[in-house]
């Protein structure tokens, strides 16, 4: 099938990456820190921008109480490469969101599903409002999943992502390449281990040693921009590689200091709520407050990490396509707040087990007989991680 041509798409030379979407889900980790005090909760709130989705109402005048988030919910997080230096960015024309995740938590509270949708992935574009208010852009049968920024910025990807998933989507937030240095900055450096050393010229990672190095800063940002230095150069290994640093940054966030640190916690605040933009029912803190109790008191192995299924097509090198019967089970399933399978011996693209993991894979008592235990299928195509997994950054060589 050939793929519709709908103006000039630039081809972006920047490197998606995993961090630039965390802010969302930092800002709802560390909102649940009580102790964070009236000041931070107050430059959360007074300097985020907003953006309003198709549909939305005005959510922040009926925040739910602290605590009191009723049910799941699902909430879209993307990165943009706008840019936002005030050097300029030669040769990046037009902004792309190069990395777009689904967040989605159980009605339960008790598990959370993060899908990664590659850049590349092949979709239909619906019609999207304008940024501006004024109408709506045509529809569009067959265009990268990120060029959705350019037609109708943030609300645009929402109404892509659902169409795709057939989810409801009513909370979204947005981060620039800044977000990420801060944040890993803030937060003390995030540990990533790697199988070899890593030398990339397109990136400008340069870490000489097999092992476990600490990234933050600008050095955080090209580990997770690189393409060709891990994996096998592709962007499906670069979502196994960021999956990894995901789970490495949740894990210092649950189990480190950031959530009794006072200094570092607001200095995590303050980064996250400089460098978003948000749909507006997530201006209002007691409904970040509300997702965060739930997200901090979800265990580390029910937290998982999936890629959405998608093969290539001979007709478009260079391309990803959805699986539909794959990607339809795998909503099915999330939908429904069904566990989610993913192969835990085949590693996805871009990662190996850790040969010496910091710290012991974390045990939960069962509350029920380990007979009556049903295993969970894995979803053919669905690979990825939980958060306690503790795996290396495949280097490409």
Known sequence: MP???HGRLPRSNRFAFIAKSVGMLLAVVVASSVSVGAVALTQINGSVETVTLPGETNAAALPPGVGAFDGGFNMLIVGSDE???????????????????????????????????????IVRIPAC??????????????QQINVTLIYGGLACTV??????????????????????????????????????????????????????HIVQGEQALQFLRTRHGVGDGSDTGRIGSQQAFLASMVREIKDGDTLTNLPK????????SQNIKVSDNLKNITTLTSMALVMK???????????????????????????????????A????????????????????????????PPTVPSTTPSAT?????????????????QVCSKANR
């Open 3 to 5: 793929l519709a041509r």
């Open 83 to 121: 840019c936002v230096d005030t050097g300029g960015c030669p040769g990046r024309t037009e902004k792309l969101n190069d990395f777009t995740m689904l967040l989605h938590v159980a009605a339960d509270h008790e598990s959370a599903v993060a899908v990664s949708f590659p850049r590349d992935l």
């Open 129 to 142: 409002p304008r940024e501006d208010g004024k109408g709506n852009d045509a529809a569009m049968s067959a």
């Open 159 to 212: 109404v892509t992502v659902g169409a795709l998933t057939g989810l409801s989507i009513p909370y979204a937030g947005i981060m620039t390449f800044n977000g990420v240095r801060e944040i890993s900055t803030a937060l003390g450096g995030i540990p990533v281990c790697i199988d070899a050393p890593i030398k990339d010229k397109y990136s400008g990672l340069d870490l000489p040693t097999a092992g476990t």
């Open 265 to 272: 916690l607001y200095k995590l605040v303050t980064a996250a």
């Open 297 to 331: 008191g979800i265990p580390l192995e029910k937290i998982t990490f999936v890629k959405y299924p998608a093969g290539s097509r001979a007709e478009a090198p260079g391309r990803v396509f959805p699986v539909q019967s794959a990607a339809d089970e795998l909503f």
């Open 333 to 360: 399933k999330i939908a429904a707040d069904q566990p989610v399978g993913i192969d835990h011996a085949a590693k996805p693209i871009g990662t190996v087990v850790d040969p010496r993991p910091t710290s012991p």
């Open 373 to 389: 235990a049903l295993p969970v299928e894995a979803i053919p195509g669905a690979t990825g991680q939980t958060a306690a997994d």
